[in-house]
């Protein structure tokens, strides 16, 4: 795989703010052996005419109601064709027009490649890094103490990415992942920025309901008592993180 080919999943529904963020930050890469995909859920505020102004640059565009945001991801992992597959969702970007070139040089052809993520505010603006820094080597277990690689910065080789769980409403990112991990054979840190993640999603704004499916995910992975004490752990350097820093980032 000299030029693999890479699908990139955008979820959007009703954001006609953020999107054309998003689509810009995919279709001004130096690298072209891309697969663009829009899932849209039938959206009526305009989003959907923004996202027509730019139909030439996007190979599959579906705009229909769904169940849900992992239920409109799943249709886009089932039409994606590419050797990789990324989901880049409203509001979020890819870190600079060089970032899939990136991918492909430092990537290593690894069953699972990644990177770090800045944080944006509404207005673009960086505001930091995420609070769990990717791992040097990842693995099935490096999630146990947080999700220390951001969903919108791990590309996954489509053969191993299964659909996702939708008994999960906020966190099915977390265990997906963790699936795909499982059945990855290597993985590869590309030791640079790839993402820029838009805070503010569902997830935080239902916080208590993520956190809780998130406990259920690492239970079912990592077995009762191992998840005890992995909470533990996490109190105590979530702790550490406020002291130093005066707030919570994910």
Not at 207 to 214: A, I, M, P, V
Request: hydrophobic letters at 35%.
């Amino acid at each position: 795989m000299a030029s693999p080919k890479i699908s990139i999943i955008t979820i959007v529904y009703n954001n006609v703010r953020d999107i054309e963020h998003t689509i810009l930050s995919v279709i001004n890469q130096t690298y072209s052996n891309i697969e663009y995909i829009i899932i849209d859920g039938a959206s009526t505020d305009g989003t959907l005419d923004l996202i027509h102004k730019y139909r030439g640059s996007i190979d599959i565009l579906v705009s229909e109601n769904d169940n849900g945001i992992y239920d409109a991801m799943n249709k886009g992992l089932a039409k994606a064709t590419g050797d990789y597959v990324l989901f880049l969702n409203s509001g979020d970007e890819l870190f600079d027009t060089h970032t899939l070139q990136t991918i492909v040089d430092k990537g290593n052809h690894a069953d699972i490649i990644y990177g770090e993520t800045k944080l944006v505010d509404e207005n673009r603006n960086i505001i930091g890094d995420r609070r769990h820094k990717a791992p040097a080597q990842f693995n099935w277990k490096s999630f146990q103490y947080g999700m220390n690689v951001c969903h919108q910065a791990i590309y996954v080789k489509r053969e191993i990415a299964e659909p996702y769980d939708l008994q999960y409403k906020l966190s099915a990112d977390v265990d997906w992942v963790i699936r795909a991990a499982k059945n990855a054979r290597t993985t590869q840190n590309v030791q640079a920025y790839v993402a820029r993640y838009l805070v503010g999603g569902m997830s935080q704004k239902r916080h208590k309901q993520s956190l809780q499916e998130r406990y259920s995910i690492f239970k079912k992975h990592y077995g009762t008592v191992q998840n005890w004490i992995n909470h533990g752990i996490i109190a105590i350097r979530l702790i550490k993180h406020r002291i130093q820093h005066g707030e919570t980032r994910e």
